[in-house]
């Protein structure tokens, strides 16, 4: 699985552990600075681009205080 916190030290931004409006903002510019449409999300490309690790298929995401977890396939 793939952490929010693993994202954000990639992209060299606060760990927060929560993929709020400022880390989606760092994704979609990552994005279009490597030639990917600017969607936010953490896809086949990007994670490739990156170079992270998505043995499990998919990434969960803290999106609120209240813990509300996003599951996209990647």
Known sequence: MI???QIQQFLKIPE??????????AV??????????????I???TTQLMNLDP???LISTDLSENHIINK???
């Open 72 to 74: 996209r396939f990647i």
């Open 55 to 57: 043995t499990q298929g």
């Open 28 to 41: 979609k510019n990552f994005q279009v600075k490597n030639g990917l449409d600017a969607t936010g999300f």
């Open 16 to 25: 927060t552990g929560v993929y709020d409006d400022f880390t989606i903002a």
């Open 43 to 45: 896809d086949n490309q």
């Open 3 to 5: 952490s929010t916190n």
